[in-house]
T-cell receptor, first 114, second 109 residues
Framework: DGGITQSPKYLFRKEGQNVTLSCEQNLNHDAMYWYRQDPGQGLRLIYYSQIVNDFQKGDIAEGYSVSREKKESFPLTVTSAQKNPTAFYLC?????????????FGEGSRLTVL | GQQVMQIPQYQHVQEGEDFTTYCNSSTTLSNIQWYKQRPGGHPVFLIQ?????EVKKQKRLTFQFGEAKKNSSLHITATQTTDVGTYFC?????????FGQGTELSVKP
């Protein structure tokens, strides 16, 4: 079945450590996105990529980094520079040719910094 | 900055009652999307509205896009326990998709 796979589902990290969250899609979508979700807030865009080997900062990119070496993969690294990294992270993709422009989301990764 | 405001933040209803959530933007939106996120789950696309004054229905759900394309609403008729979750609107402003804060709906059987 086509979809988006995020891993790990839960992750615990000590302060000062970098962690990388995986996002893989087999939907053949060009565009991929990373969002952060905090309680009582909407989804905030961290980074997005419209095409392989290209990506742009979203609204809250500080303390995060990404790469897009393959169409299927868009990993997110939460660096030690991110001051408040505990959150629920959602990866999404979009078919640029689809009229509705709907986002397809993975199941999310919940990061807790101890 | 660019914002899409969504109210209320929480809504508790008795099963069978109606429910409405509202989204407002200070600027004109190209379109608006609605998503549902079940507890512990991820957002799932419900619908997109594009035209001024557009109204779309999905069974007990009615979606509206305002005449000025600055506001939208989602109305659920006769809620059921399966409607529980957080409903998000997301408006496109200047090519960017901006999410509202979401309305968390709980339904008491």
């Amino acid at each position: 079945d086509g979809g988006i796979t995020q891993s790990p589902k839960y992750l615990f990290r000590k302060e000062g450590q970098n962690v990388t969250l995986s996002c893989e899609q087999n939907l053949n979508h060009d565009a991929m996105y990373w969002y952060r979700q905090d309680p009582g807030q909407g989804l905030r865009l961290i980074y997005y990529s419209q095409i392989v080997n290209d990506f742009q900062k979203g609204d809250i990119a500080e303390g995060y980094s990404v790469s897009r070496e393959k169409k299927e993969s868009f990993p997110l690294t939460v660096t030690s520079a991110q001051k408040n990294p505990t959150a629920f992270y959602l990866c999404a993709s979009k078919d640029s040719g689809l009229r509705t422009g709907e986002l397809f989301f993975g199941e999310g990764s919940r990061l807790t910094v101890l | 900055g660019q914002q899409v405001m969504q109210i209320p933040q929480y809504q508790h209803v008795q099963e069978g009652e109606d429910f409405t959530t509202y989204c407002n933007s200070s600027t004109t939106l190209s379109n608006i999307q609605w998503y549902k996120q079940r507890p512990g789950g991820h957002p799932v696309f419900l619908i997109q509205l594009v035209k001024s004054g557009e109204v779309k229905k999905q069974k007990r759900l009615t979606f509206q896009f305002g005449e000025a394309k600055k506001n939208s609403s989602l109305h659920i008729t006769a809620t059921q326990t399966t409607d529980v979750g957080t409903y998000f609107c997301a408006g496109t402003q200047g090519g960017k998709l901006i999410f509202g804060q979401g309305t968390e709906l709980s339904v008491k059987p």
